[in-house]
Nanobody, 120 residues
Framework: QVQLVESGGGLVQPGGSLRLSCAASGSILSIGAMAWYRQAPGKQRELVAAITNGGSTNYADSVKGRFTISRDNAKNTVYLQMDSLKPKDTAVYYC??????????????WGQGTQVTVSA
């Protein structure tokens, strides 16, 4: 049993910043890659940023230079620092992680999502 809980979403004006957090808890043996996805109304879910266990990162072109993904392995937490936010960034943001549980089984877990709204 593993849970991913996101926090930090909200309403922000264009050009503003938000920092999302996602904490994993439960029967965790180890966590592999972690990522942030987002889904805007009427759109398909898309990868925003990902980070490996070793710290390698990749970003969607639309957020490169504005967003930064990081992780704290000791806290089983991944972060997404979002700067210079634009209205097009408005979406529900979902945390994702590949987890090896204490039963030695792999699962791809998703958080419940947190709303980010960028509007004047």
């Amino acid at each position: 049993q593993v849970q991913l809980v996101e926090s930090g979403g909200g309403l922000v004006q264009p050009g503003g910043s938000l920092r999302l957090s996602c904490a994993a808890s439960g029967s965790i043996l180890s966590i592999g890659a972690m990522a942030w996805y987002r889904q805007a109304p009427g759109k398909q879910r898309e990868l925003v940023a990902a980070i490996t266990n070793g710290g390698s990162t990749n970003y969607a072109d639309s957020v490169k230079g504005r967003f930064t993904i990081s992780r704290d392995n000791a806290k089983n937490t991944v972060y997404l620092q979002m700067d210079s936010l634009k209205p097009k960034d408005t979406a529900v943001y979902y945390c994702n992680a590949g987890v090896i549980t204490t039963t030695l089984t792999w699962h791809d877990y998703w958080g419940q999502g947190t709303q980010v709204t960028v509007s004047a």
